[in-house]
């Protein structure tokens, strides 16, 4: 746990420099476009610790696989969106000494990141071996609105004295990543050309062979006027430099302004490439730093008023949730179906960059509710897009008949994930994206959705429940065995109830989407019978009898389900009479001894409770969480936002905003000490759902919009904003007082605290919390 980033409602602000903590803040004060994104690296020389991290969306390599003990069925690579070139370096030369903050005296140093209109700022001053002082001040944003462009405003202003400044604006395709195999470097240079202020280079990822061109444009600023002395360049292998040397007096400052563009083979032709860079470059330079900032500052605006939620009466809470709000929009716009969310988006290198089961499970309810319908869409058709693979996946594993398994982690459709339990076991990962076309459908009400793209990816993950079941004799039932669920603790267990439960839930919801299409689309429906060979009556029946006959491991008398089967042949002390020393186990105890012991590393059998929440009755509900809560560690930052809704959900209000408050700062704070490796980009997806689903008990229940909300104590007020049915909200939770105003032409029905309630098109509603509607 850190306490170093100052709290302020709209800032992330780092006061002082703070080497130690240098790689943290490089991943707080990340910044993307959800096209492409950096850390915070320095533009200057450091020769410090620090993660270098250029990121481009959809550019990977292949890292071939490296594990102990190979199985049947590993995959032979794990696809990373890898570090890339360098546009954000500026080289500086005061009198001829590199100013590198590892080496000089830093007097003064303040880091900003303006979530407001998504400008990361720096301002410092540092004094040179020779005793010059300059103050520095950077202004760097990625455009959302141009989003191949970035832009850096470096000013340098001689303190103390007069003399020499050169600049060397240059752009470094030499990288590589920390975290690879077998310590290769990923990219090969293809062209690089400089002249003048400009610079292009070109770089191919080995094996995948993306290319990806840079370009790079600066001018020199001195008091205002253009600087017109000689700028001389250097190139070598994947590098380009250009640089300008200019005269100064004590007080002058000089100002480079660089822009960088970034253009790949993803969306253009190899060879149109550096024209393409060049076209992006000239219309940033014509159009300037101040102008680009004004329309990428308009689109933040844009974003807030779908997006923002205010607190009023705790500034730290304030910051926390807006940073995840902002987090989550650089990370993912949805303009390409072909892009999606690593758990660290942007901001580091651990995971990947690639797809978990996060998206669906822990982002997708952002998105659906802050962003247009098409964003939450595309995420949906990435997976749809994948479906053939994700049936050759299966069949590797001995699958037939089109069932579909969908990889644990990808890029593009194929397994990068290699530990046996959870590659081959961790099967839930099929269920919510299942349930992510049913949540989508239910949200948006776009039922068209299932005919031309949902059908298909439940069809695929239906026949491979009913594969992956079998009939046990001895139980009658239908069984799972050899299942990892989310909680990762437990590995190869038999009947895991949160996989078992998606399962056939995922075949119920089949059927009722069957019937539907046979309705609505009859065509349509019998061409995918024959697309698909779909032996409906045959199929179905076994179906049926899966719902009918699914084993369930249960304990009667606590009147709730187990994680699995011998759950309670555990030693079953609570998590809070582990000693402090023995937290997190994940680093502190053997694995075996993590396997046998009952605690619970992410919600589990929660998980399905949640999703489900109106199969349960709320003593059902309460039962299952005052059983597992006291087990459970919350070693995954995906863990606290499901605990949070359930325990709103049961009127432990304390407790919901306990785990609401573990998430919405957990980068900010450093809070498991992993904020450097990058932030969690997913579970920020879930700090959201804590919020608006927690305390604000937002819920769709078969389309009709629902609030239970509650206001923590040490609370003003709150409130959020959504996209539901076409109209616009913004609900207030103050007081007593529950207020939903409708900024949209579209009227707008809603279930409060158990009430109907009608909003009409731009018109609001005042409701109160009444005796009845308390638990
Ligand atoms: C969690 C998984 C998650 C992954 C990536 C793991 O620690 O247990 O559920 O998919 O992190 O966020």
């Known amino acids: 746990m850190k306490d170093y980033i100052i709290h302020h409602n709209w800032k ?13 803040s490089e991943s707080i004060f990340s910044i993307g476009n959800g096209k492409m994104g950096q850390r915070a690296n320095f533009e200057e020389n450091y020769s410090g610790d620090s993660l270098n991290g250029t990121y481009v969306a959809g550019i990977y390599y292949p890292d071939k696989t490296r594990v102990g003990w190979w199985k049947n069925g590993y995959p032979e690579y794990f696809a990373k969106i890898i570090n890339s070139t ?52 950077s202004h760097r944003f990625v455009s959302i609105t141009a989003t191949e462009i970035g832009a850096i405003r470096y000013t340098v202003k001689a303190l103390n004295y007069s003399g020499e400044i050169q600049v060397i604006p240059f752009l470094d395709g030499d990288v590589e990543n920390e975290d690879s195999n077998y310590d290769e470097k990923f990219w090969v240079e293809i062209s690089r050309a400089v002249g003048g202020n400009e610079g292009y280079l070109t770089v191919e990822t080995l094996k995948t062979q993306f290319q990806l061109c840079t370009g790079m444009w600066f001018q020199l600023i001195k008091n205002g006027e253009k600087v017109d002395s000689k700028i001389t360049n250097r190139n ?87 940073f995840n709000i902002f987090q989550l929009n650089q990370t993912y716009s949805g303009e390409d179906e072909r892009l999606n969310i690593g758990p660290k988006g942007f901001t580091g290198e651990k995971y990947g960059g690639v797809t ?59 397994e990068c994930h290699n530990e046996w339990e959870i590659t081959f076991e961790e099967i839930h990962r099929n269920g919510a994206i299942a349930y992510a076309v049913y949540d989508y459908v239910n949200y948006t009400g776009d039922k068209e959705y299932l005919a031309s793209y949902g059908f298909e990816v439940l069809l695929g993950i239906s026949r491979f429940w009913s594969q992956r079941v079998n009939w046990s004799a001895d139980k009658k039932k239908y069984v799972m065995l050899g299942v990892t669920g989310p909680n990762e603790y437990e590995n190869n267990v038999n009947n895991n109830f949160h996989t078992s439960y998606m399962a056939v839930w995922t075949l119920k919801y089949t059927l009722e989407v069957i019937a539907y299409l046979k309705t609505e689309f009859p065509f349509l429906y019998e061409e995918m019978v024959t697309k698909w060979k779909f032996n409906e009556i045959q199929e179905t029946e076994k179906w049926q009898d899966i719902i009918n006959n699914m084993y369930f491991p249960r304990d009667e008398k606590r009147g709730i389900y187990l994680q699995q089967d011998g759950f309670l042949d555990k030693d079953l002390t609570p998590v809070s009479e582990l000693a402090e020393s023995d937290r997190p186990i994940n680093q502190k105890w053997s694995w075996d001894r993590i396997l046998r012991a009952p605690y619970i590393k992410q919600a589990d059998t929660l998980q399905s409770i949640y999703l489900f929440q109106e199969n349960f009755s709320a003593k059902e509900i309460k039962a299952h969480f005052d059983f597992y809560e006291p087990l459970t560690v919350h070693e995954s930052s995906l863990s606290p936002c499901v605990h949070s809704i359930l325990a709103a959900k049961i009127g432990y209000q304390e407790k919901s905003y306990e785990m609401y408050l573990r998430t919405a700062r957990l980068d900010l704070d450093d809070y498991n000490n992993d904020t450097e490796d990058g932030l969690h980009i997913t ?44 109209a616009h909200l913004k609900v207030t939770k103050e007081g007593q007082y529950f207020v939903i105003e409708n900024h949209s032409d579209c009227d707008v029905n809603a279930l409060v605290w158990g009430d109907k309630v009608s909003i009409k098109g731009n018109d609001s509603v005042r409701l109160r919390k009444v005796a009845k509607h308390i638990l």
Request: hydrophobic share 40%; with cysteine.
């Open 683 to 726: 579970s920020m997806g879930g700090t959201w759902m804590s919020f608006v689903m927690g305390l604000g008990g937002m819920r769709v229940v078969n389309g009709e919009l629902t609030f239970n909300p509650f206001l923590p104590d040490k609370w003003k007020s709150y409130s959020f904003r959504i996209d539901f049915g076409g």
């Open 12 to 24: 992330i602000i780092e006061e002082g420099f703070n080497p130690e903590y240098n790689r943290i």
């Open 86 to 137: 360098n546009w954000i370096g500026i080289r500086v030369k005061i009198n001829g000494e590199e100013l590198d903050l590892a080496k000089v005296k830093v007097l003064s140093f303040t880091r900003e990141l303006d979530m407001q209109n998504g400008l990361l700022s720096r301002r410092f001053v540092a004094e040179m071996k020779n005793g010059n002082q300059v103050e520095v001040s």
């Open 236 to 322: 070598k292998e994947k590098y380009v430099e250009v640089s300008q040397k200019v005269e100064v007096s004590e007080g002058d400052e000089i100002t480079v302004e660089k822009f960088s563009s970034t253009v790949s083979s993803l969306y253009y032709k190899n060879e149109e490439l550096v024209e393409k860079a060049k076209e992006a470059i000239d219309l940033a330079a014509d159009a300037g730093f101040d102008v680009l900032f004004e329309s990428h500052k308009d689109a933040w605006l844009e974003k807030w008023e779908t997006s923002d939620i205010i607190i009023e009466g705790d500034v730290a809470a304030q910051q926390g949730i807006r």
């Open 356 to 414: 978990y089961w996060d998206t669906e499970a822990y982002c997708l309810p952002f998105y659906l509710s802050t962003a247009p319908q098409k964003v939450s869409r595309n995420l949906l058709v990435y997976r749809h897009k994948h479906l053939q693979k994700a049936i050759e996946n299966a069949e590797k594993l001995g699958f037939t008949n089109g069932a579909a398994l969908y990889p644990m982690v990808t890029i593009n459709g194929e």
